[in-house]
Structure formats: structure tokens, C-alpha cells
């Protein structure tokens, strides 16, 4: 059974740049929710998709956006790069229709590595 | 938002030792999750525990939410268990507490 799979798993942009990541959850799982772990840190929460929509978001300006596609899997974008979203961005599965503490459960991908320069 | 306390911040241990890790966490919550995030990055769901006491082999986790704190032990440490742990609690969003940065010496 694959978990939540994340690409790519490093990369490299410039100032200004746009980047795409991309998740696949776990399998069974609707919902899916992007976490920025800045070095040392703990992970914070992006936002989080469920049925194709954003259902919460965290505290990130609009350069952060995102969409969640059909089969559940997700993409985050990130417009204007600065050097401060050098950072590994986390991307946990769930499942909202999972009854009782299911649903709150998160299983984690193995994060995707960006570097700003 | 809640505000969720983890200590120590580092922590050292002889390799077979036992220790004790700490969350406070500020508000009720019905979702408490502690996680190991490897040196490559990835996070490991070690516990979901909201309220009392589950044991997973070396590891075990007990949670007063009551009283707004969890513990984490870990016993007769292993190399292997180095690594940051971070507990995390609320539903969406889950917050995460600073973590503790475990290393194991041979």
C-alpha cells in the first residue's frame, strides 16, 4: 500500500521564480494538507483541500496557492519566490470520511526540498 | 490559535538509556499526534493519542488532556531513535510544537 508520495524531491529556483510541487496520497485517503518547515522548525500549516476546494487555510500570503485534482492528488504552487521560502514542504494525507478519530489522523510524505537562491 | 510547548528542546542520551519527552499544550483538543522526523526529513506518525496511554514497543505515550500535557517515553534507546520529535495537536489545522532534537551516542 504506497503512502503519500511527494515530487520533486529536491529543487533549486531563483528570486522570482515559480515552482510546482506536487502529492499523491495515501491510498483511501480525500483530503490533503501542505505544511512549510522552514530549518529548525516545526512544520506550519499552508491550507488543505478536500472535494476539489481549499477547506482551511494558514497564515500564507496569496503567492501561496493550490489545487486538488480529481483522484485526490494535489499540487501547491508558489508564485515570486523569495529567499525566505527556502524551506521543506510537507504534504499530509487524511480522510474526512473516515467516522470517529480516523479522520484526524495525518500520514506525511517525505517532503520536497526547496532551495531559493 | 493553540499554543503547544515541547521540552526539552535537546536532549543527549547513552545509548540504553530511558528518557522523557514533554508537550503542553494551551486548549482542549480531541486530536494529539506525535510524530519522528528522520535526518532525511520524513515524519512518522508514532502516536494518536487525544487522552490515556498507549505503548508501542520501547515507546510509549500518555496524554492528560485535563491537565493539557502529553509525555512521550522512550526506553532502553537505540541509535535508530535519534532524530527531532514533535507533537502536534488540533484537527485543521494540526499545530506543531517546536520539537525535541534526540540524539543517541554508541
Known amino acids: 500500500d504506497a503512502g503519500v508520495t511527494q515530487s520533486p524531491t529536491h529543487l533549486i529556483k531563483t528570486r522570482g521564480q515559480q515552482v510546482t510541487l506536487r502529492c499523491s496520497p495515501k491510498?483511501?485517503?480525500?483530503?490533503v494538507s501542505w505544511y512549510q518547515q522552514a530549518l529548525g522548525q516545526g512544520p506550519q500549516f499552508i491550507f488543505q483541500?478536500?472535494?476539489?476546494?481549499?477547506?482551511q487555510r494558514g497564515n500564507f500570503p496569496d503567492r501561496f496557492s493550490g489545487h486538488q485534482f480529481p483522484n485526490y492528488s494535489s499540487e501547491l504552487n508558489v508564485n515570486a519566490l523569495l529567499l525566505g521560502d527556502s524551506a521543506l514542504y510537507l504534504c499530509?494525507?487524511?480522510?474526512?470520511?473516515?467516522?470517529?478519530?480516523?479522520?484526524?489522523?495525518?500520514?506525511f510524505g517525505a517532503g520536497s526540498r526547496l532551495t531559493v537562491l | 490559535g493553540i499554543q503547544v510547548e515541547q521540552s526539552p528542546p535537546d536532549l543527549i542520551l547513552q545509548e540504553g538509556a530511558n528518557s522523557t519527552l514533554r508537550c503542553n499544550f494551551s486548549?482542549?483538543?480531541?486530536?494529539l499526534q506525535w510524530f519522528h522526523q528522520n535526518p532525511w526529513g520524513q515524519l512518522i506518525n508514532l502516536f494518536y493519542?487525544?487522552?490515556g496511554t498507549k505503548q508501542n514497543g520501547r515507546l510509549s505515550a500518555t496524554t492528560v488532556a485535563t491537565e493539557r500535557y502529553s509525555l512521550l517515553y522512550i526506553s532502553s534507546s537505540q541509535t535508530t531513535d535519534s532524530g527531532v520529535y514533535f507533537c502536534?495537536?488540533?484537527?485543521?489545522?494540526?499545530?506543531f510544537g517546536k520539537g525535541t532534537r534526540l540524539s543517541v551516542i554508541a
Open positions: 499530509a494525507s487524511s480522510s474526512l470520511g473516515l467516522a470517529g478519530s480516523g479522520a484526524n489522523v495525518l500520514t
Open positions: 491510498s483511501g485517503h480525500d483530503t
Open positions: 483541500y478536500y472535494e476539489e476546494e481549499e477547506r
Open positions: 486548549d482542549s483538543v480531541n486530536n
Open positions: 493519542i487525544p487522552s
Open positions: 502536534a495537536v488540533g484537527n485543521t489545522p494540526l499545530v
